[in-house]
């Protein structure tokens, strides 16, 4: 089943704790991104990639780290978190950036 | 639709009624448009998408409209059904960096959709 999955679905943190929320797509998809979700603010985007080994910064991207050394994978990494960083956390992908994004179920980040 | 502070234009229909959900797009140079579905707990589901090279497009129980002259967008969904309740947002690819040249999707903020048996 061609899927988005990202890991985990809840998280429950304190300040300063390093931490990674991994993602990975089985659709052979160059396009990847994150984005966090915030009542009000809709979906932002964090970071993107158009192919390994090639990422940007989307409109958040402070507090925040990526990589894609793979294809399929596109973890996020919060170095140390802070409380405004707790959110909804979705990735997702697609043939090619502006097309149709399949994303995945969603992380619930909280904290502390 | 946009949102106001923290809460969600609302629409609510009784089971069986057609729902119109609107969305309007910011950017004239947009060609791609795509409505989402969120349930409750879940990530966003594509429902369908549109090209500004059409006017119309129908899928199972659903059409999009896409007026170009006002940009405005619509989502029309036939014999609503409790399962319809969730979130819907409009999506555009928009031109993004330098010269334009890139297109990403933009996302509005969403209409929550209510069906009631």
């Known amino acids: 089943e061609a899927q988005v999955t990202q890991n985990p679905r809840y998280l429950i943190t304190v300040t300063g704790k390093k931490l990674t929320v991994t993602c990975s797509q089985n659709?052979?998809?160059?396009?990847m991104s994150w984005y966090r979700q915030d009542p009000g603010l809709g979906l932002r985007q964090i970071y993107y990639?158009?192919?390994?080994?090639?990422?940007d910064k989307g409109d958040v991207p402070e507090g925040y780290k990526v990589s894609r050394k793979e294809k399929r994978n596109f973890p996020l990494i919060l170095e140390s978190p802070s409380p405004n960083q707790t959110s909804l956390y979705f990735c997702?992908?697609?043939?090619?950036?502006?097309?149709?994004?399949?994303f995945g179920s969603g992380t619930q980040l909280s904290v502390l | 639709g946009e949102s106001v502070g923290l809460h969600l234009p609302t629409l609510s229909v009784q089971e069986g009624d057609n729902s119109i959900i609107n969305c309007a797009y910011s950017?004239?140079?947009?060609?791609?448009f795509i409505w989402y579905k969120q349930e409750s707990g879940k990530g966003p589901q594509f429902i369908i998408d549109?090209?500004?090279?059409?006017d119309k497009r129908q899928g199972q129980r659903v059409t999009v409209l896409l007026n170009k002259t006002v940009k405005h967008l619509s989502l029309q969904i036939a014999a609503t059904q409790p399962g319809d309740s969730a979130v819907y947002f409009c999506?555009?690819?928009?031109?993004?960096?330098?010269?334009?040249?890139?297109?990403?999707?933009?996302f509005g903020k969403g209409t929550l959709l209510t069906v009631n048996p």
């Open positions: 950017n004239s140079a947009s060609d791609y």
């Open positions: 659709m052979n998809h160059e396009y």
């Open positions: 999506a555009e690819n928009m031109a993004s960096g330098s010269g334009g040249s890139n297109y990403k999707l933009t």
């Open positions: 997702a992908s697609s043939d090619r950036e502006g097309e149709k994004l399949f």
């Open positions: 990639s158009m192919n390994v080994e090639v990422t």
């Open positions: 549109i090209r500004s090279n059409m």
